[in-house]
């Protein structure tokens, strides 16, 4: 009995373990590498299974339970939540749910992803690979427009893999995805086509033919992504702008209470007077750098010496709307004056809103004193300066390739990013970075970060890092970006290639049913 039960376990372990290798891919260990086979044993579990059975779906949610679990667990660090004045046992309790629920609902994905192979069946290899990899880059494009998204199979290739990363100049991260999907489903095929071939000269070459078909797509889409990222970038002098960052390095259990206000007053005015004398043209400060309302920065210390140097600067700070407020940044010109506004458009639950407030929210608040009242900005927002139209993201919105694809394709010429990390382990900084190199690639711009604590960064628009910050350490750096106006087929165009994808597929299939269905032997 003990055996049985052994042997019925042993594919579950396979499905966790693959998916913990995908997890592996990601920071704080970057085995970049092992996306291109951490998929294929789960695709032969799923395939090779009963039909009618629930085992696919319990191995993929497995799977997807280790991938996501592994690749968030960063989420860990938020514990404790004392700066928040929230007690130890319910800071674990609420750490301990978020990281179960982002494991499980990631997994979600991949189970809706089994349950559709197990129903769109077909014989035909090139047509099994072809649906499978269509409906994985359709479930992200789905949770990609959901309030909770992060892992997408894509970012397992960043920052390390800059070449394969050029494809989403094509149709975006879902590029990279497909990529790696079809490679692990042809490697799947050949070793499932091994062990039912009955022929015993035939597995050797049903293997080497599935195998020479991921071998190509691997080489091919390398070879493309190696043609896109040598293009020589163009630097016109007229285009040049030089750009400033802070990174304040004001620990979250301060930021709030006066020791933290006056330590980031000091810090940012500091470093604004060392950056202008370096003759920069802007600064840049993180999300919420000043925790001020819009109303109180003009009093402050920061805003006071732009005043008197005139250099703008980008500084992240409150806004109000109504009776709720927005984490935002603001651009100061050198009358005081605030020339634009960009308010984060992707909130982080439960961490800056309760999602199902009106179900959960007594709940939530039993547990903490999160303030639930913060909104998010609007998804048409442009962000004009005196150097022209900018991209902006806030924090959780490097997550989401849509919101700067949009802003790209209305003309915005350089990425400005802020954010704050630091109540995260220190993997999940370097997996933010390696999500916003995939934004300037994607759009083909420079991109400028500064973070709280790190990695504040400038990054070119082949994704390349020109310098990057030390991690929970005060820092200011300044670089010489450029402003380009180019639009890549995917600021064009969007995600079109998930769209032929499933166009295929459902062509693929229906000519496999009606093959079937009118096949003599039926």
Known sequence: MILRKSHTLIPYCIALASGVSMGLTVAPVGAWFLAWIALAPLWVLVVTSPQKSKSPLLLALAWGVGYHGVALSWITGIHPMNWLGVPWLPSLAITLFCWSFISFYGGSLVTLW?????????????????????????????????????????????????????????????????????????????????????????????VNKNLASAAAILITLHLMGFYLYSRPLAQPPEAALKVGIIQGNIPNEIKLIPQGLRQAIAGYTTGYYNLVAQGVDAVLTPETALPYFQRDLPNTSLVQAVQQKGVIAWIGAFGERERSYTNSLFTFT?????????????LVPLGEYVPFEGIFGGIIQRLSPLNAHQVPGTTNQIFDTPFGRAIVGICYDSAFPELFRRQAAAGGQFILSASNDAHYTASMPFQHHALDMMRAIET????????NTGYSAFVDPHGRTLWIS?????????ETIYRRQTQTLY????????????????????????????????
């Open 491 to 522: 600021v064009r165009w969007g995600d079109w290639l998930t769209v032929v994808l499933l166009a295929l597929s459902v062509l693929a299939w229906a000519t496999s049913y009606l093959l079937a269905k009118l096949s003599p032997l039926n």
């Open 444 to 451: 083909d711009r420079w991109s400028v970060r500064a973070t």
């Open 114 to 206: 089994a349950a559709a192979m197990t129903r769109f069946t077909v014989k035909n290899t090139w047509q099994r690979v072809l649906i499978g990899t269509a409906i994985w880059c359709a479930l992200e494009s789905l949770w990609s427009t959901s309030p909770l998204w992060w892992s997408s199979l894509a970012y397992t290739q960043s920052p390390h893999n800059l070449v394969i990363l050029h494809l989403g100049q094509l149709s975006g991260a879902n590029t990279v995805t497909a990529a790696i999907v079809a490679v692990n489903g042809f490697i799947a095929e050949a070793w499932i086509n091994a062990k039912t071939s009955s022929a015993p000269s035939a597995p050797l070459r049903l």
């Open 470 to 478: 030390k991690y929970n350490t005060y820092q200011t750096h300044a």
């Open 334 to 346: 050198g009358n005081g004056e605030i020339f634009s506004r960009y308010d984060k458009t992707k």
